[in-house]
């Protein structure tokens, strides 16, 4: 029987990337968007793998959708084996800017969600030593100089990715997150120039990140050459130094 790996914002960017890579390398997989449109239209993109990918629009804030969603996912596949926490929102809001609204929704996707995703899914880990993949951001490593609360809110998934590591290594469950650097996606689309040229700038291997390149690390630490890794951040960006 395949293996199955469930991805959260899997719709676009780095999730849709890993979402192919997983499918060409024998996985089944289930995606997750935030609506029923795109998730429709990432699995148009997907549809030379048919029976083998689904995908679903749960509200990622709320338990009892999560549960009912891999409880569907296990009744058509049969097993699960990695969860990926991808979902994510950014931000570059001064401190004195944030409103309640959106505070309330870089905490709800960015921080609770994979909490509810990583709970939900223990029960099926468990049946087959499965593996967490959390994703975290260069700027956990050192924060950045608007928007604090995305780098708080990454700050907080290194500690999630660390104690369920510790947690959950008795059932042989690994843990571990991947901390892209600067990738080309939609999320950086929408930063500012003036926030993205210093970045680069500072990249010695002196080119953005590709969506495939946060693929990769994800498959390798999904992988049985990966046995031994848990309770890392591992860092995808290029040798990036602040
Ligand atoms: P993206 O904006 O292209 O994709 C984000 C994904 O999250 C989408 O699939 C979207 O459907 C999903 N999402 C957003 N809001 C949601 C909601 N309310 N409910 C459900 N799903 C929702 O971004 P990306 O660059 O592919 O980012 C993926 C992950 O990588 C994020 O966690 C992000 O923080 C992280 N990351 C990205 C970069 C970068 O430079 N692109 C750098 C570091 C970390």
Partial sequence: MNKVAVITGGTRGIGLETAKLFLENGYNVAIFGSRKES?????????????KVIGYFPNLTKEDEIEKTLSKIYDIFGRIDVLINNAGVSSNTLINDYTKQEIDKIFDINFKAPFLCCKAVVKYLKQT??????????VSFYGQKSGCLYPMSKFAINGLTKSLARELAPY????????????????????????????????????????????NAFLFLASD??????????????GIIN
């Fill in 39 to 51: 998730v429709d239209d990432a699995l148009n993109k997907l549809s030379l793998y048919k029976e």
């Fill in 129 to 138: 030593k499965g593996v967490i993949l959390n994703t975290s951001s260069m």
């Fill in 172 to 215: 042989g469950i690994r843990v571990n997150a991947v901390a892209p650097g600067i990738t080309k996606t939609d999320m950086v689309k929408n930063l500012p120039e003036n926030m993205i040229e210093p970045i680069l700038k500072n990249i010695p291997l002196q080119r953005m990140g590709e969506p495939i390149d946060i693929a």
């Fill in 225 to 238: 050459e990966a046995s031994f890794i848990t309770g890392d951040i591992i860092k995808v960006d290029g």
